[in-house]
C-alpha cells in the first residue's frame, strides 16, 4: 500500500500568511495527488487535483506543487474562510486511493 | 448544481446490518463511477469502495470486503452500501462521492455524509 504522510500535523497562522503543508508519498506517484479542504461539521471538497490543477471555483491563493513523492499545497495570503483541515489523496493505484492523516489549520 | 445526498445512517447494535444510500442529481450519474469514503469521529478519511459505472467493476479496502456490498441503480440516479456484520471501529460518517476520471482520478462532488454508530 502506498503511505501518505502529512506535515505538519497541525499549525497555526494569522491571517495574511503565507502558508505551506507537505504531503510525501512512500512511493512514487508521478503527480497523482489531489488536495482536499474540510471545514468543520462539513464534507470535503476538492482543491486541487492532479498536483497542481486549480479545481474551479477555487481561489488563486490556494495552488499545488511537485511530482514523485513530495508535494506541497500552498495559500499564499490566509483568510479567515480557509481555517480548516486539509488532506492529500494519492490516485496513483486505483485498487486502494490512500489519504494523509490531514493538517489542521488553526488561527 | 451537481448534488449527493446520503441516507440510512444510524444507530445499530455491533453484528447488525444497515444499508446506506445516495441519491446525486445534476450530472450524468450513469457516466461517472462512484466510491464510498468514510472518516471515524475526530480521525481522517478512508476510502471503503468504488464501482464502475457499469458496475462490472467493484473494489472494496480490506477492512470491509466480505462484509459490504456497494450497488447503483442508474435508472433512479442512486448509490447504495449494504453494511452487515457491523463492528465498532466502522462508526463513522460515509460519504458518497463522484470519481473523476481523466487521465488522473480525483473525488467531486462530496455528499453531507451519513452517520453510522455501532454500538450496543
Known amino acids: 500500500d502506498i503511505q501518505m504522510t502529512q506535515s505538519p500535523s497541525s499549525l497555526s497562522a494569522s491571517v495574511g500568511d503565507r502558508v505551506t503543508i507537505t504531503c510525501r508519498a512512500s512511493?512514487?506517484?508521478?503527480?497523482?495527488l489531489n488536495w482536499y479542504q474540510q471545514k468543520p461539521g462539513k464534507a470535503p471538497s476538492l482543491l486541487i487535483y492532479a498536483a497542481s490543477s486549480l479545481q474551479s471555483g477555487v481561489p488563486s491563493r490556494f495552488s499545488g506543487s511537485g511530482s514523485g513523492t513530495d508535494f506541497t499545497l500552498n495559500i499564499s495570503s490566509l483568510q479567515p474562510e480557509d481555517f480548516a483541515t486539509y488532506y492529500c489523496q494519492q490516485s496513483y493505484t486505483a485498487l486502494l486511493y490512500t489519504f494523509g492523516q490531514g493538517t489542521k489549520l488553526e488561527i | 448544481q451537481m448534488q449527493l445526498v446520503e441516507s440510512g445512517g444510524g444507530l445499530v447494535k455491533p453484528g447488525g446490518s444497515l444499508r446506506l444510500s445516495c441519491a446525486a442529481s445534476?450530472?450524468?450519474?450513469?457516466?461517472?463511477?462512484m466510491t464510498w469514503i468514510r472518516q471515524a469521529p475526530g480521525k481522517g478519511l478512508e476510502w471503503v469502495s468504488y464501482i464502475s459505472n457499469r458496475d462490472n467493476i467493484i473494489y472494496y479496502a480490506d477492512s470491509v470486503k466480505g462484509r459490504f456490498t456497494i450497488s447503483r441503480d442508474n435508472a433512479k440516479k442512486s448509490l447504495y452500501l449494504q453494511m452487515n456484520s457491523l463492528r465498532a471501529d466502522d462508526t463513522a460518517m460515509y460519504y458518497c462521492?463522484?470519481?473523476?476520471?481523466?487521465?488522473?482520478?480525483?473525488?467531486?462532488?462530496w455528499g453531507q455524509g451519513t452517520l453510522v454508530t455501532v454500538s450496543s
Open positions: 512511493q512514487s506517484i508521478s503527480n497523482s
Open positions: 445534476g450530472f450524468s450519474f450513469s457516466d461517472y463511477y
Open positions: 462521492a463522484r470519481r473523476v476520471d481523466a487521465i488522473h482520478t480525483w473525488f467531486d462532488p
